[in-house]
């Protein structure tokens, strides 16, 4: 729906801008076909079209309008002024002559996009899964529109503009925006010191607030259905589980807008968690017509009502993401390694009471592992030499008498049934009488009593052992509500450091911040060759280095909006900011490459004299393609925005506040920074005789 809107209210703005049918019919038939030939590129490799590629498309919509703008802006210009000058050349060498005009800045500006998603597609685990896909369909679109502007729009400019009367249908707001802006420009370049005084202000408010703002891994994403887990102290009867779950279940049903309540207790036999008769998991599915976030709130508040147990409520792909990263239901896991089982249980209880009251931090707790009855044998060796029993053979024989062991399988019509070797239920109901289970020696038909080459004892066993990197571990773990995934880390980082771990013993934090911290120091790590890349295409575009660290250094101010973007909405950075960043970095360069090359082309083939005529003159012929595109792609993300975090938008609402934002503060960069810039350090340097 937000693609066909944005696309709906693009046609608006090429109509307004463009003003000539015909002109804006190439440009409307080249926007689709650009989606579409990324779209056939995506159906070949049999990617499945979801939000996510959408979403690339509905930011690439900036760029492919600017391809399509570029080129056709271009014609319509050169066949204007040929017209007007009476130049006796063809309609076909005039279009093609305007074409190979913007040929280059188009493929440098392409590839300069290009290099700025490579951080984004070297993305790995679940943040590659979840932005790798709108990285590729908003690459494959700007790839599409670059062979488009270069090949189809000269083609049907050909067909439609060859004989159009297009001399009386330049647009009355863009003449009104140019004479505007015309005045407004050569002020500027007079005096360019409080536009210089400006940027500096707004890029060290983007530096002031940046650290204020909090950091998430992925939004709260707000699916209808949700898990809802019950823990209770360990012991808890079967029966006294199904009671509180069944009273829990009605109460859940009452509250308006919940549609169905389920749950399990326990697991199945040959279920893969392992948890006892004290464990619950509820199903919970509301009506997508009530309103969320009153319906959860309803939900939270009963659910809390419950005291004496460990509750918690989260979607199903939140808790999938979670078991993913941590193994665990939490958004949060300490992780406490260390070698003695009850000395690492006590340093876990000391690192759960050390967390505990920091604001945000919901549903801490601490792993239990209930203890267990189970029958330990220690062999005795000196009487198992005695009767010439290895310790081996008498641990097996023990464990096949009391436990028992499969030995194989009989198919009978169509069935599997698995046959076992073990003891009579009598010869194991009491620790007597596994004591006088009998083992066999080897002489022939001489046996001896268990007890009497090993002690035989009950003792209370923890029902499971968790291990991890070779080192025993146990968790507490918690979930994150009302404040940022990264405010609440660094305070349990805060607590961790005033616990004491005995020697030999340590805690780390996992979970989605670990995730976070792991893919933003690997998009950082190659955000540094992208930044290199992009620099040696300016340098290459350019053909002079003082220009391409001109507009090298004027590329950071560019994000400064979608900073303040985000500090005006929710404060938070997510992965998703962080993608809308990458993409405003691709706008700001590409617009400015666009200006700075049509300043060098004016210069060097249209015989202007470099001076402030030559800027004015050749921002003023850039203003329209650049506020189309940002117009377009403003207004193609426009609706995510408006629609807020609603479900279905929590990962495209802070990438659209992001570029929205950007898109600002980038335009009135190269509309006014890089003109002044370029005029005082735009001079061509005379070369040697």
Known sequence: TALLIGCLLVIVVLGAFLFEWRAALISVVAIPLSLIAGALVLYVRGTTINTMVLAGFVIAVGVVVDDAIIDIENIVRRLRQHRREGIGKSTAAIILEASLEVRSAIVYATLIVAVTLIPVFLMEGLSGAFFQPLALSYALAVLASMVIALTVTPALALMLLGTAAIERRESPLVRWLQRRYEMLLARIIRTPRPAYVTVAVIVLAGAVVYPWLGQSLLPSFKERDFLMHWVTTPGTSHPEMVRITQKACRELMSIPGVRNCGAHVGRAITGDEPYGVNFTENWI?????????????????????????????????????????????????????????????????????????????????????????????????????????????????????????????????????????????????????????????????????????????????????????????????????????????????????????????????????????????????????????????????????????????????????????????????????????????????????????????????????????????????????????????????????????????????????????????????????????????????????
């Open 285 to 689: 599915s509301i009506d997508p017509k009530v309103d969320y976030d009153k319906t959860l709130a309803n939900i939270q508040e009963l659910v809390d009502g419950y005291p004496g147990l460990y509750r918690d409520v989260q979607t199903y792909l939140k808790e999938r993401i979670k078991e993913v990263l941590t193994g665990g239901k939490q958004a949060i896991v300490v992780r406490t390694y260390g070698p003695d089982l009850e000395v690492l249980r006590q340093t876990a209880a000391e690192v759960e009471h050390a967390l505990t009251g920091i604001p945000g931090l919901v549903d801490l707790k601490m792993e239990v592992h209930r203890p267990v009855p189970q029958v330990e044998v220690k062999v005795d060796l000196a009487a198992a030499h005695h009767f010439g029993l290895k310790p081996g053979d008498i641990r097996r024989a023990a464990a096949t008498l009391v436990s028992g062991i499969e030995v194989t399988d009989i198919h009978r019509d169509g069935k599997v049934y698995d046959v076992w070797v073990w003891s009579k239920p009598k010869a194991r109901e009491s620790v007597t009488s596994v004591k006088e289970l009998l083992i066999d020696t080897p002489k022939d038909f001489v046996h001896v009593r268990l007890d009497e080459v090993a002690d035989v004892s009950v003792k209370p066993t923890p029902d499971s052992i968790e291990h991890e990197g070779l080192s025993r571990r146990h968790d507490v773990g918690a979930n994150v509500r009302g404040r940022d995934l990264g405010s609440v880390v660094a305070d349990v980082q805060r607590r961790l450091k005033d616990v004491k771990f005995p020697l030999g013993y340590r805690a780390e934090v996992l979970g989605e911040y670990a995730e976070r911290q792991a893919a933003q120091r690997r998009l950082l790590t190659f955000s540094v060759a992208a930044v290199i890349g992009v620099f040696f295409l300016l340098l290459t575009s350019f053909r002079s280095w003082r220009l391409a660290m001109l507009s090298f250094l004027t590329l950071p101010s560019a994000l400064v909006g979608g900073v303040l973007a985000v500090y005006l909405a929710d404060g938070v950075i997510s992965l998703g900011s962080l993608v809308g960043f990458f993409t405003i970095l691709g706008i700001a360069a590409r617009n400015g490459i666009m200006m700075i090359n049509h300043f060098q082309h004016l210069e060097r083939h249209e015989g202007e004299t470099f001076g402030p005529g030559l800027i004015v003159r050749g921002a003023r012929e850039r203003l329209s393609p650049i506020l189309m595109t940002t117009l377009a792609c403003g207004l193609a993300i426009v609706p995510l925005v408006i629609a807020g975090n609603i479900p279905g938008n929590e990962i495209e609402h802070p990438l659209a506040i992001v570029v929205l934002g950007g898109l600002v503060t980038s335009t009135l960069l190269n509309l006014f920074v890089v003109p002044s810039l370029y005029l005082r350090f735009g001079r061509s340097q005379p070369r040697p005789a």
